[in-house]
């Protein structure tokens, strides 16, 4: 892609009504823009990586048999009241149509999934089976201070999941945390994000968050010394010692809350009478799972564990391109070869951004370092001269000078 | 995909409360879920058609410059004073929050991409662009009895252009024109949707349509005999002649409008002040287009114009499954037949079914004529016998006996 061609620019400063250092970089590197508080359209290059981002959760997913669906944000008031969430859940956004008809914008999906298995589930023989989605949720926070990380319109992957017994609910419990594992492993947050133990509701004495370690974090947790889980602060009071391995370590972290899981047990198919029959016949309420991902959240969290003072740092899998290709100055012979080496790049399908603006080396050197892209490529009179190409890792910033062929390599292996 | 293991099931009968055609069957057949009136939910054989015509459409928008960006659905109530329309737009959901604050629920994006754009195009230099998305869209449709062809929360591409000059935007206008011709026809729309004139509002002579013959359609069009193209009811009245090619011959049809092309020029520019400094360096205002697909609404359009007695007929470009299997019986060989089979075509990439329940052929045919799979292969203990496969083509019904090398040879080709 060419740079000179792109819908967004960067910006010389930072938005001056930002607190948060993901959606100051988010902003200043073109990737986002802010509509209103806690409302974020993503721009070209956010977007690119929302869908790496997208991709890699679709696949884990897959791989532990979800199946894709879409549902509506449109949800009938009567389905939220038979749960009782229509007067207890504060941030519930409400809409009201023309003939007096009213409707909830879903903060979650459990008042639609629940119903929706009702039609579909209703044998032993049907069980267990998962469905999940990713999708636009709503919630309506007053103070949306924390950039992507906490929105009133948000991208969520939630799934559901359906089981006759607590045994199975349990086994693919089990299975998920490893998912998630993978999922963010993957993304590129895996070293910093901990399995988290909180409060299980009324219904299981535990459910598990997924905690991204950062300064920038809402959340406080106390990890146990010994086996690295998490407990969160909100149950930490209550529990002497890790309910992991029973160590009584703790250091105490601040982390960005980047998933979590919840056995729901029985709590959404009772009101709904969600039940199926077992092999004697006999009605049984179905057990229930829920997941969820926040899409933007690990995209905010991203940025604030790997940007660095010069700007953000993308994990290749993730990177809305892998390779940023720099040419320095007007001669025509720079360009040519810039032009050459991004087709070629172009023809191997490797994510490539081309910066051909007609502006200062440093404007471009700036903007790279900005926008966060893994490898940038420099061509100069002086690297043509050399008959090598300038790389430099943005994550290290150490530069070498490598021949195409040794180029082609490296990013063939991360493709 | 094993059909045991799908999370929905057809339906031995359409649902009473449905009156269109392609609600019934998309229903029956497992696709979508009705939650209320003109709010559906994608079920996981729906999703899959939704995101392959997504992808057509997604293409073909690269193809001709789109860049795409993903806006939000909570609008400030300012943005929308600004047009005018927070007044005069009947069918906008108007959303409060607990601090009073009001948001238009996004039924489109003009008021949103507008102020977008005003950030990062200044100059000639930054024109032409386009932007895109595909985003769920709201509207308070009172009497929503169409199935997904006229939803009151639907899924829509939309592509605004930025033009320096009228001959620009006009140039863009025919590009644009074609890259919607290529969409229907990659969907299998093609031989039945006509460009349409349509009225161009207070600031063009005309805006176009793309209208699809069927009897389901809510719209009426007059259809030039010399040059095929087709006038909207609502300017044939005014219109004594084709404003295509001069002709006075018409027939009428009714129709579904699948998609629509519209020359706003400085409508939405003007109130949000979104100018470019021209070559001389003067303030001169952008110019803009903008253009919409339904992709519900293709979904919707293909059943209404394909189906026949027994069920849906997909086109294979967006069928959820290039090809059905079946087994037939209890005959342990039959199974083992068919299993290899699908894991074969799994091996190939080839998007394929098979039904391994434990129902009757009877069942089974009918459910796969309702499904509307391109190709459906029965192995049997016959089938068996003679060393070939049964291979039958949905949309003629033709059947035929194959080897397995034919029928890959078949697949291979409209993959």
Request: hydrophobic share 35%.
């Amino acid at each position: 892609m060419l740079q000179s061609r792109t819908f967004t620019k960067t910006r010389k400063e930072p938005p001056a009504d930002e607190v948060s250092k993901n959606a100051r970089l988010l902003i200043q590197g073109g990737f986002i823009d802010k509509l209103q508080a806690g409302v974020y359209t993503y721009l070209p290059l956010g977007f690119k990586v929302l869908k790496n981002i997208e991709n890699i959760i679709r696949e884990e997913m897959f791989k532990i048999g979800g199946q894709e669906i879409f549902m509506p944000s449109l949800h009938p008031k009567e389905n939220w009241e038979k749960t009782g969430r229509w007067e207890t859940m504060d941030d519930l956004y409400k809409v009201k149509d023309n003939s007096g008809r009213e409707n909830a914008l879903g903060p979650t999906h459990e008042e639609v999934v629940v119903p929706l298995a009702k039609q579909f589930v209703s044998s032993y023989r049907d069980l267990p089976v998962a469905v999940f989605q990713i999708q636009n949720k709503f919630r309506m926070e007053l103070r949306a201070k924390s950039g992507i990380l906490r929105g009133r319109e948000f991208l969520m992957k939630d799934l559901y999941s359906f089981h006759a017994t607590e045994e199975d609910l349990k086994r693919y419990y089990e299975v998920m945390k490893k998912a998630y594992k993978a999922v963010f492993k993957r993304v590129g947050l895996g070293e910093r994000t901990y399995l988290t133990f909180a409060s299980g509701g009324s219904f299981s004495k535990y459910s598990h968050e997924f905690q991204t370690v950062t300064p920038a974090g809402e959340d406080t947790i106390f990890l146990c010394e010994k086996c690295d889980v998490g407990v969160n602060k909100e149950i930490f009071g209550e529990q002497k010692t890790c309910p992991e391995c029973g160590g009584n370590k703790f250091k105490e972290e601040t982390s960005i809350e980047v998933g979590n899981i919840f056995e729901l047990k029985t709590k959404f198919s009772a009101p709904f009478h969600l039940t199926f029959k077992n092999k004697e016949g006999k009605d049984e309420l179905i057990l229930m799972g829920c997941y969820g991902i926040g899409l933007g959240r690990i995209m905010g969290a991203l940025v604030e564990v790997h940007a660095d003072d010069r700007g953000i740092v993308w994990p290749p899998s993730v990177a809305p391109f892998l390779v940023h290709i720099l040419s320095l100055g007007n001669n025509k012979s720079v360009s040519s070869v810039a032009q050459k080496l991004h087709k070629t790049l172009l023809k191997e399908n490797i994510r490539v951004l081309y910066d051909d603006r007609d502006v200062s080396p440093g404007e471009k050197f700036a903007a790279s370092d900005l926008m966060g892209i893994p490898y940038r490529i420099v061509i100069s009179e002086k690297t043509i001269k050399a008959k090598k190409l300038e790389f430099k890792e943005r994550k290290s910033g150490k530069i070498s000078m490598i021949v195409e062929k040794k180029l082609l390599n490296i990013l063939r292996k991360l493709m």
